[in-house]
């Protein structure tokens, strides 16, 4: 298994450049989210999808989209960059049922200017 | 809303010393509490879980014991290595999956030989 993959590592985006942010997984979990950290800030859920077809806001979605067309795949899409969209994201899966344990994958770290 | 909130860092420790970090929560109800550890370049891992109150999650000489009382989560361990050496983020949720995470701001652990 490779687990949670993201896609890319690193990136830098100009002010208003629109872009996707991939995360796919491989254990077939129903629930996949994304969160960014930012420092001091711990990590901040942006937006989740208990299954394909179904998604949800977090606690910081503006200014991201997402999709859930297939169980894998869960990508989060900017649509116009801003700086104070600069910051690490980490896309996480997990069982929807009596899991409690999320993976995490290795994280996208994005700097807007 | 709910919240956590963990000790400021970082801790600097010598190798063999005894390690606490304090985690408080704030939630309705009856939240599951999770540590998290991120090393460095790495996304987050879970250590040790907590899912009602009076229990003890232990991992890797790691534990905390939920107490609802004091609301607290706090994480020990009685003999630190220099491999220890990383961030550690408290975590709860409402939710019986396990999901929707609410994390502290992560505390930083740097253990020396």
């Known amino acids: 298994n490779a687990g949670v993959t993201q896609t890319p590592k690193f990136q830098v985006l100009k002010t208003g450049q629109s872009m996707t942010l991939q995360c796919a997984q491989d254990m077939n979990h129903e629930y996949m989210s994304w969160y960014r950290q930012d420092p001091g800030m711990g990590l901040r859920l942006i937006h989740y999808?208990?299954?394909?077809?179904?998604?949800d806001q977090g606690e910081v979605p503006n200014g991201y989209n997402v999709s859930r067309s297939t169980t894998e795949d869960f990508p989060l899409r900017l649509l116009s960059a801003a700086p104070s969209q600069t910051s690490v994201y980490f896309c996480?899966?997990?069982?929807?049922?009596?899991?409690?344990?999320?993976?995490f994958g290795p994280g996208t770290r994005l700097t807007v200017t | 809303g709910d919240s956590v909130t963990q000790m400021e860092g970082p801790v600097t420790l010598s190798e063999e010393a005894f390690l606490t970090i304090n985690c408080t929560y704030t939630a309705t109800g009856y939240p599951s509490l999770f540590w998290y550890v991120q090393y460095p370049g790495e996304g987050l891992q879970l250590l040790l879980k907590?899912?009602?109150?009076?229990d003890k999650g232990s991992n890797k000489g790691f534990e905390a014991t939920y107490r609802k009382e004091t609301t607290s989560f706090h994480l020990e361990k009685g003999s630190v290595q220099v491999s220890d050496s990383a961030v550690y983020f408290c975590?709860?949720?409402?939710?019986?999956?396990?999901?929707?995470?609410?994390f502290g701001k992560g505390t930083t652990l740097s253990v020396s030989s």
């Open positions: 996480a899966s997990s069982r929807v049922v009596s899991s409690y344990e999320q993976y």
């Open positions: 975590a709860l949720t409402r939710n019986q999956a396990g999901t929707a995470l609410i």
């Open positions: 999808s208990v299954g394909a077809g179904i998604t």
């Open positions: 907590a899912t009602k109150a009076d």
